[in-house]
């Protein structure tokens, strides 16, 4: 969703400053990223003006991969809700590309129904498991 170059440019919202909300998010993408994927996600929050384009945004590298969260198109409030279906949905759409960066692909299709279907299925296994990632104090 960047201009070219935009992506290195870009203002991040500077870790001190993530509310409980914001690291409740990281955790659960954390969490997510290693179990769905197989990858471990680095988390950051964008902050800036120039960046209005989008809700958040994959990139992957190799094994890992960065999710980005748009703090002006989402709203602050956004992050202080309880987990529900948005945030996962908006997480899954995000993981997804890290099978494909083509929201018109059959990969990229294909990755979304695997990533439901491989939440489901680990819930569905280990109830707890989801329970203790919606319940972290942060």
């Not at 440019?9 to 409740?24: N, Y």
């Amino acid at each position: 969703p960047y201009t070219p170059g935009q992506e290195n440019t870009r203002k991040t919202e500077p870790r001190e400053k993530w509310t409980p909300g914001m690291l409740r998010l990281e955790n659960l993408v954390q969490e997510l990223g290693p179990v769905l994927c197989d990858a471990s996600v680095v988390v950051e929050f964008v902050n800036d003006a120039d960046c209005m384009n989008f809700a958040a945004t994959y990139a992957r590298n190799g094994t890992s991969g960065r999710m980005e969260f748009n703090i002006r198109t989402l709203g602050r409030k956004w992050f202080e809700e309880d987990i529900a279906e948005k945030h996962v949905s908006l997480i899954i759409h995000e993981l997804g590309h890290h099978r494909s960066s083509d929201h018109l692909s059959r990969e990229y299709y294909a990755a979304l129904t695997d990533l439901g279907a491989g939440l489901a299925f680990e819930i569905a296994a280990d109830p707890d498991w989801w329970q203790r990632i919606l319940e972290v104090n942060v």
